[in-house]
């Protein structure tokens, strides 16, 4: 199956933010041990855990985009939300616990610091890495944003591509949390005391716990199935009422395969004089019509119904504000 251009670009929003984490990541562990800094070396743990997060979603990529078989007639889209979801569990366990843990240890003993200049040095040089890799994921979210007319805010929330929105949560939070770094130094500096270095710690480690625990829940509801976002849905559904001798839509079904994989099903009134010839064409133009406005759409079933009244309102018709994202 050839990767769509949105595949394209989350693959290569996945290797630069694991190329910038991995970097930093070295830097953070050189000026943490250096300056003796909690807070810098939670910031390194969270760096270490964003590196390993990046390669778990470069699999879930490359694992999702793997062609159909006899077995897998749908694909293997969902894997890839199985290895996003194990990436959050990776953040959870291996960059919110330690630095929780770090910023205790480090209030309880009394820990001191020593060089803090390169502490600055590296959360600045950090700072600017993760900005480069941030407005990466950004452009590509305001792209999708820009498509449906929705707000950033709305395909954050509810984009399939769970990648480049673990992306976009794992820098913004390492971004709050280089700031939260630098106030924490900043402080022990200013007062003599270790108590803002390991507030620092533990709030980084807060923060990257609310990142893991929402990207899980984002990637467990796709991994259960979730229908295709409502502006899709009611792009799908224009296309539809367009085709010639479509009378109604009683019922229209959409799931989610993969991040860029979409399943549509659909019980379509046709004309009461349509042939059965009709028909067929009918339902080759709507699947050709789907495919081009929306290439994720993968796969099309159309069942021709009698005319009755609906028997799912609100599978029949377009949403009230086809724009509209719910949480």
């Known amino acids: 199956m050839a990767r769509s251009p949105e595949g394209a670009q989350s693959v290569g929003t996945v290797v630069i933010a694991g190329a910038a984490n991995l970097t930093i990541a070295a830097a953070k562990v050189l000026a943490g041990l250096l300056s003796g800094s909690a807070a810098v070396l939670s910031e390194a743990a969270h760096s270490f855990a964003d590196t390993t997060t990046e390669v778990l979603l470069f699999v879930a990529l490359r694992r999702g985009a793997r062609p159909a078989d006899e077995e897998r007639p749908f694909g293997h889209g969902r894997e890839s939300y199985v290895w996003a979801f194990l990436a959050a569990v990776f953040t959870f366990v291996g960059g919110g616990i330690f630095s929780v843990t770090q910023g205790v240890h480090a209030i309880q003993t009394d820990q001191r610091q020593d060089d803090n200049l390169i502490a ?13 890799s941030l407005i990466r994921a950004t452009r590509q979210i305001q792209g999708r944003a820009r498509r449906f007319s929705v707000s950033l805010g709305q395909v954050v929330r509810r984009t399939p591509d769970t990648t480049v929105k673990a992306v976009f949560f794992e820098d913004s939070a390492a971004l709050i949390g280089l700031v939260l770094a630098a106030a924490g130094v900043g402080l022990s500096q200013l007062t003599g005391s270790p108590f803002w270095d390991g507030l620092a710690s533990i709030m980084i480690g807060v923060l990257l716990l609310v990142v893991a625990v929402t990207l899980a829940r984002s990637n467990l509801s796709l991994l259960l199935g979730r229908a295709a976002g409502p502006a899709t849905r009611a792009e799908i559904y224009d296309e539809l009422v367009r085709v010639p001798t ?82």
Do not use: H
């Open 120 to 132: 600055y040095l590296v959360l600045v040089i950090s700072f600017v890495a993760e900005s480069v």
């Open 246 to 327: 479509v009378q109604r839509i009683d019922t229209l079904l959409t799931l989610q395969l993969g991040p860029d994989e979409i399943l549509v099903a659909a019980k379509i009134d046709f004309a009461d004089d349509a042939t059965g010839a009709t028909i067929e064409a009918a339902a080759d133009e709507a699947e050709r019509r789907l495919i081009a406005r929306n290439p994720a759409v993968r796969f099309v079933f159309l069942d021709p119904t009698g005319s009755r009244a609906p028997d799912n309102p609100t599978g029949s018709r377009a949403p009230d504000n086809p724009n509209a994202e719910p949480d």
